[in-house]
């Protein structure tokens, strides 16, 4: 049985994906590609904060870029001038940049204008921001945003006004949510031992969450943040473990007799974790438990390992699995068990599926598609089962996991190396990498 339970984790360490896209354009539906805004975004300048607007602007620009949802009109088409306040517009100035038209009309050919300004008062760095629509004759019918913002007078407090004032742009727009304020939870071994750590979700502030001195890994957290479950050694035999995130203190969480309970997952209420468990003896099962370890119940009965449980955010009758026989595939099943239906195709090897905030895709990691036999991230729309590779010839890209806005994905990937955490959008875009120090793998994004 032991032989048996290192195979199996070994093989989790090692999955990804591969696919063709088909005539649903999955991606688009996605990350709203389709009429996407062409935003133009004016430097700031400030008055007695002038030295911290490089990093103000430099920020606020890569926020909205990164976001997906904007067409970034390029810096060196903007007019020589440009407004900082509202009272700065005019009707019309022959193209010098005072006047919407000006924006709007080649070779800008913004639809929105973002400008404004900062200034320094009592130590306290204050932002004004604002949005007008080009299109709009009337500079007063064409603001769509004015807000106010203060920081400290430094790097630091230009940086979070600029991150405040990208997130309300963001969902001003239609944005499903922003990503300011959320954490990515991960697998390192840059301390001597795999532990868990956190960091903000652009990779800064990376913290250690547990000392256990063991393997712990595949984390997952609570839908508000609060808690983390995942799998460890540090008591011999893999078991499940709960910490709070804010204080890194270890929840009461009672594990049932078996010589593996692992890949824990939370239900969309938190008030509950579905997990893996050789409880009855043989092959791993799916099981549900309170989230304290309580009142614990066998969910599959089938002649294969199933793993990886992952209950649907907007039906919590409905979950994704990882199972045989045979290589391993993604599954769906109704939480009672009945209803089993093979997801994939059974090309390859599948696993580490992560829906979407719709309920209605998935990401995942495949041996199959394009460039058969290495692991890359796939997004596939679980009803008409079509599905896009977004990774490509880089490594292995594996364990992809949705941003809280439903437009980014973290993963893991050996395509410097080691396996690092990396974010791109869900067209494979905009690729950054997070970690830097050790091996960093199994990477789940959640709010703070």
Not at 312 to 331: D, T
Request: hydrophobic letters at 40%; charged letters at 15%; a neutral charge.
């Amino acid at each position: 049985m032991t032989r048996r339970i290192s195979l199996f984790f070994t093989i989790l360490a090692a999955l990804s994906g591969a696919a063709l896209l088909f005539a649903q354009d999955i991606t688009t539906f996605i990350t709203q590609m389709g009429g996407k805004p062409a935003l133009a975004v004016v430097d700031f300048r400030g008055s007695g904060s002038q030295p911290y607007m490089a990093a103000f602007n430099s920020t606020l620009f890569s926020d909205l870029q990164g976001s997906g949802l904007f067409d970034m009109r390029a810096k060196s088409l903007y007019p020589l001038d440009n407004p900082q306040r509202p009272e700065d517009l005019r009707p019309t100035d022959n193209n010098q940049g005072f006047a919407l038209a000006d924006w709007a009309g080649a070779p800008v050919s913004a639809s929105h204008l973002v400008f404004g300004y900062t200034a320094a008062a009592n130590g306290v760095l204050a932002l004004y921001g604002d949005v007008y629509d080009t299109r709009q004759t009337n500079p007063q019918a064409a603001q769509l945003l004015a807000q106010r913002y203060a920081g400290t007078l430094d790097d630091a407090g230009a940086i979070r006004v600029a991150h405040q004032f990208a997130s309300d742009i963001i969902q001003k727009f239609g944005g499903a949510g922003s990503l300011l304020g959320s954490r990515i939870y991960f697998t390192s071994n840059r301390s001597g031992a795999e532990e868990i750590w956190a960091m903000d979700w652009d990779g800064n502030n990376q913290t250690q969450l547990t000392s256990l001195k063991s393997i712990s890994i595949m984390p997952s957290i609570s839908p508000d943040g609060s808690r983390l479950a995942f799998t460890t050694y540090a008591k011999g035999t893999p078991s499940i473990m709960v910490v709070d995130t804010q204080t890194k203190r270890v929840v009461p969480f009672y594990n049932q007799q078996a010589s593996m309970n692992a890949t824990p997952s939370f239900t969309p209420d938190g008030k509950q974790l579905y997990y893996a468990s050789t409880a009855a003896g043989g092959s791993a099962q799916i099981y549900a438990v309170t989230a304290t370890g309580q009142d614990f119940r066998r969910i599959s009965h089938r002649d294969a390992i199933e793993v990886e449980p992952k209950i649907n955010p907007k039906n919590p009758n409905m979950m994704l699995l990882v199972s045989g026989p045979g290589h391993q595939q993604i599954y769906q099943m109704n939480t009672d068990g009945a209803g089993v239906e093979r997801v994939t195709n059974g090309e390859g090897e599948a696993s580490n599926p992560a829906w979407h905030p719709d309920g209605q895709h998935l990401a995942f990691s495949w041996t199959s598609g394009i460039a058969k036999g290495d692991f890359n991230v796939f997004v596939m729309d679980i009803g008409s089962r079509q599905y896009i590779q977004l990774t490509h010839n880089e490594g292995r890209n594996e364990n992809p996991n949705w941003g809280p806005d439903g437009r980014h994905l973290v993963f893991a990937s050996t395509r410097a190396g080691k396996s690092q955490i990396y974010t791109m959008l869900a067209d494979g875009s905009q690729v950054k990498q997070l970690t830097m120090q050790g091996t960093n793998r199994f990477p789940v994004w959640g709010v703070k």
